[in-house]
């Protein structure tokens, strides 16, 4: 559908996020100011990982495959490859102005270059409003910005950007010790053995052969839609597509009688988007506690013992002044530290960490990519780390990179 050209020049916004989020509702609040749509001559429409959420859960729970149209289904799909399926969504319905909350999140380089090259051509029909994080991702026709305030959101200068380095974990505080220690443990934790998965006709990853041994840090890189999410969920046990396979998890062959409960319970699991599970009123220290039991939350009387090893996580990761906080209360970063510590505080044999930093400005990826070296140079604990983002200074000593071709993704060991 053919797109209205506004004649007049357009001024375009920015909305600095990086050190207060913004909700659901301030981003719906937004949508509605009567001066942005008189300004861009008719309603707008909202692009955000929020909004994506809703057709994933239309599909789950009525069926509907909005954003697919029926051609397959939506959680199946690369982070890539559902926002770029959002985006043309949104842009058949013509609409006046787009709000794009934080866009180049989870996106491989060649996905980011192709979304500014759509946001580039879109800028001269339509106004768009940015939100942002990281002043990198700020594109260049953007001339305004808009702060939020008790009386809505208004026009302001954009401000300059200095950041300190921090180095906010030092070497006073170490990584606490484990209450108790996993027995009977493979040198090998994981192994793929010439493993090569489809979904129908579609080849995915192409004879992976590949280990993760006992305190090894890796990084799994990869182009959107090249399999990481598909090797993550074997690992797991969430895909059936392990069976039959030559994929042994923690010594045992896939589908030889283990439980998934079993193998997650040797597992910590990290993603930008869990915090979202944690919406309930427990305290900080309860939510750490919580990982020695793998509940949402606290539902029994820790012991001693216990609360003296949570304290010990929140003392490494400066988070003790908080502990009696409720854990919404906490900014996004300070919540990600939290669950890292919380899926730390058992020592299991491996982390998994998918995206960990999507989301947060710089400040907040230094932060927690700090407390991701803290725990990889212990090497107690194997590391998987799953991003597209090139994050300075994350110090892995191996990297598996998967390089898609007509017969699925090849492993590239760097």
């Known amino acids: 559908m053919r797109l209205q050209t506004i004649e007049k020049p357009q001024k375009h916004f920015v909305i600095d996020v990086s050190e207060k989020g913004i909700t659901k509702k301030q981003l719906e609040d937004l949508k509605n100011e009567d001066w942005l ?18 057709y994933l859960d239309e599909e789950y729970r009525h069926g509907k495959t909005i954003l697919t149209a029926g051609s397959g289904l939506l959680k199946t799909k690369s982070s890539g490859e559902r926002k770029k399926l959002l985006l043309d969504y949104l842009l058949e319905k013509s609409p006046k102005f787009l709000i794009l909350d934080n ?19 879109l800028s001269q029909t339509t106004l768009l409003i940015q939100l942002f994080r990281r002043r990198e991702d700020i594109l ?41 220690r996993y027995e009977n ?15 129908g006709n579609k080849p995915v990853i192409d004879s992976i052969s590949w ?28 895909s059936t597509k392990g069976y ?89 970063v300070q919540k990600r530290l939290v669950l890292i510590a919380r899926a730390m505080i058992k020592h299991p044999p491996l982390l998994i960490l998918d995206e960990p930093t999507s989301g947060l400005d710089t400040r907040g990826a230094q932060l927690l990519v700090q407390l991701v070296n803290r725990i990889a140079a212990a090497r107690e604990t194997a590391m998987l780390y799953v991003s597209h983002r090139e994050e300075d200074g994350l110090n892995f000593k191996h990297t598996l990179e998967l390089e898609p071709s007509q017969t699925g993704s090849r492993a590239l060991f760097k």
Do not use: C
């Open 37 to 54: 749509i008189n300004r861009a001559g008719g309603e707008g429409l909202i692009f955000s990982n929020h909004v994506l959420e809703y």
């Open 103 to 121: 866009p180049f999140d989870s996106l491989d380089q060649e996905k980011v270059t192709w979304f500014k090259k759509k946001l580039e051509a």
């Open 140 to 180: 260049p026709f953007y001339n305004s910005a808009l702060v939020y305030t008790y009386k809505g959101f208004s026009e302001s200068k954009l401000k300059k950007h200095y950041l300190e380095m921090i180095d906010a974990f030092n070497t006073k505080h170490q990584i606490p010790t484990p209450i108790a």
């Open 185 to 199: 443990l493979p040198e090998t934790l994981v192994a793929f053995n010439d493993v090569s998965v489809s979904f």
């Open 211 to 238: 280990e993760i041994k006992q305190g090894e840090a890796w990084h799994l890189k990869g182009p959107n839609g090249s399999g990481k999410t598909t090797i993550l969920s074997m690992i797991t046990g969430d």
């Open 244 to 332: 039959g396979k030559e994929l042994y998890i923690f010594g045992r062959k896939k589908g030889s009688g283990e439980s998934v409960w079993e193998i997650k319970k040797k597992i910590g699991y990290i993603t930008a988007t869990l915090t979202e599970r944690f919406d309930g009123m427990h305290s900080v220290l309860e939510m750490v506690i919580s990982g020695l039991y793998d509940s949402v939350g606290l539902y029994q009387r820790p012991t001693s013992l216990e609360v003296t090893k949570a304290e010990e996580w929140l003392e490494l990761i400066g988070l003790s002044d908080k502990k009696e906080y409720t854990f919404r209360r906490l900014n996004e």
